[in-house]
């Protein structure tokens, strides 16, 4: 019955269009995360920055990739002739300089620069945390496709004020961090949209784990391209237009292509939509709109171990997007050329290993224990390889540290595909899209408590501080795999149980009024009833 007339556009996404819709969303989803984190590569890489994420970095100013090497081998043949106490005192004298060209000049107490540069870098977690009550009130009211392009387009915006308050005024740049943060949560509901309307419930654990990605794609794209042109000894005011074209390009892209839902997409053919919304009951929308959702899921244990987790995850992200390249440009560590390359190490292999593991879910069934069990080894490994990080780079072995940063978020891969993320689609069902919309919460509490911990900690920017940094990032990792361990859960609590009907998933579709009767309407064409024939 669902079969009724053909859909309309390209013959390539024939019962295939929810694809470029979750490519469509991860893409999106990964622009608006690139706002946040560029700035804490260009941070260090533009000479006329002074707001850095560690103090110790502006020895690195005026060098480039290109004569970094020959400009090391001439301060080694200066300092042969120089007295080490002629160079002590130039060098008291040069941060004497550079703490009285500060712009909070009146201000001398260190604890100030530290609670101002720990705010500066922890504004858009606070931004998101705040911001994502705003955005489920605006996606409610207006639907995703409307709302999402409109942040969109003021993410664009907000990336070219950037540009003009970044190096002048330290509360503007203050306020248009925490605006980026903002916007950056309007991409959690959208995420659960695409999620519980467009993931048939055999593929949603692959919607889910693909729109994660975004904590990979997001800094693997965005730091190479700053790398390069910082390598090209041009502005790097040019890394942030390209960023608001991308942007503007996508709310283009996305408001002529994206809808709430697969009934309204033209695209859409009658044999994928019983795919897309086979197992799901008929009062989808009323069962979203329960007023008693979010209440239900305050309640549950299993829900809150899905949201701790979540932070852990997102505490280990922000250790690595913010702080990574300065710990790389550290004294003690000191591999500074390439450094946008090297960032992005500990993202590189995190795709992969969700590939991988998912084979995992072809051996075991979702149960408790199976979760439980693959959850808690994947964070507990995790938190072994980030607290190794420093321990390995006491060793001056640059291959040794970069393979422990290629190692340190694949663990992360098995706890997605096979922990916490699954435990979330067998969990949620139709609650799905308000557990992810939450997921707001930990992303946002996670890039603003881990800055504000660095802020307090590393004042020197040397190996010794930030020892104390992935210690604390390791008892957050410990924390949510003992917590998941306890609460987690492998099936569907009794609040979610009756919302979706999985055995039906695979059947065809038993109801009509999954099917909205528009004119524009996709799936079913024409229904008639024929008498049988009298004799």
């Known amino acids: ?141 207006f639907g995703v496709r409307t709302f999402f392009g409109i942040f969109l387009a003021l993410a664009a915006l907000l990336t070219i004020v950037f540009l003009f308050v970044q190096k002048t005024n330290y509360y503007l740049l203050l306020l248009v961090r925490f605006l980026q943060g903002v916007v950056f949560s309007g991409v959690f509901p959208v995420m659960g949209n695409a999620l519980v309307q467009w993931g048939p419930l055999k593929e949603q654990l692959i919607f889910l784990t693909t729109m994660l990605m975004f904590i990979s794609v997001g800094p693997i794209v965005a730091w190479p391209v700053a790398n390069y042109v910082h390598a090209l000894e041009a502005d790097m005011d040019l890394v942030y237009y390209v960023q608001a074209i991308i942007l503007a390009f996508l709310c283009v892209i996305w408001s002529i292509f994206y809808r709430d839902r697969p009934q309204t997409h033209p695209w859409v053919s009658g044999v994928e939509l019983n795919r897309i919304v086979a197992g799901k009951v008929q009062e989808l929308q009323c069962n979203r709109a329960h007023s008693d959702s979010y209440s239900s899921l305050l309640k549950s244990l299993s829900a809150w171990s899905i949201w701790t987790s979540l932070f852990g995850l997102f505490s280990a992200t922000a250790f690595f997007v913010t702080y990574l390249p300065s710990l790389l440009a550290s004294p003690d560590v000191f591999f500074v050329q390439g450094l946008g390359i090297h960032g992005t190490i500990p993202f590189q292999l995190l795709p992969i290993s969700c590939a991988i593991f998912g084979s995992l879910n072809l051996m075991f069934k979702p149960s408790t224990k199976i979760i439980r069990i ?49 435990s979330l689609t067998v969990v949620g069902r139709v609650f799905a899209e308000q557990i992810v919309t939450m997921a707001a919460i930990p992303f946002g509490l996670a890039f603003a408590v881990v800055p504000l911990m660095v802020a307090f900690t590393v004042g020197e920017n040397k190996l010794a501080e930030w020892t104390k940094v992935v210690m604390f990032v390791f008892f957050i990792l410990a924390a949510a795999a003992v917590e998941f361990a306890v609460f987690g859960r492998g099936r569907s609590p009794s609040w979610s149980e009756s919302s979706w009907d999985p055995l039906v998933a695979s059947t065809k579709m038993q109801s009509l009024a999954l099917i909205d009767f528009n004119q524009d309407e996709c799936g079913l064409y024409e229904l008639r009833r024929i008498e049988p024939t009298k004799k």
């Open 1 to 141: 019955m669902a079969g009724g007339r053909p859909a309309a556009g390209c013959c390539c996404f024939i019962n295939n269009v929810r694809f470029p819709v979750l490519l469509l969303v991860t893409c999106s989803v990964a622009a608006m995360y690139s706002t946040i984190l560029l700035f804490n590569l260009t941070s260090i890489l533009d000479s006329e920055v002074e707001w850095r994420p560690v103090p110790g970095l502006d020895s690195l100013h005026g060098s480039s990739y290109k004569g970094f090497d020959r400009l090391k081998r001439e301060l080694a043949e200066l300092r042969k002739f120089l007295p080490k106490l002629s160079d002590t005192m130039n060098h008291k004298k040069m941060m004497r300089d550079i703490q009285f060209s500060h712009p909070l000049k009146n201000q001398t107490k260190p604890t100030s620069f530290r609670i101002s540069r720990g705010l500066l870098y922890a504004a858009p977690g606070v931004g998101t945390f705040l911001g994502i009550f705003l955005s489920m009130l605006l996606s409610k009211r």
């Open 374 to 422: 693959l959850n808690t080894v994947a964070f507990s490994i995790a938190a072994i390889l980030i607290v190794s990080i420093p321990f390995v780079a006491f060793l001056q072995t640059k291959p040794g540290l970069m393979s422990i940063l290629l190692l340190s978020m694949i663990p992360f891969g098995l706890a997605i595909v096979c922990g916490f993320a699954r």
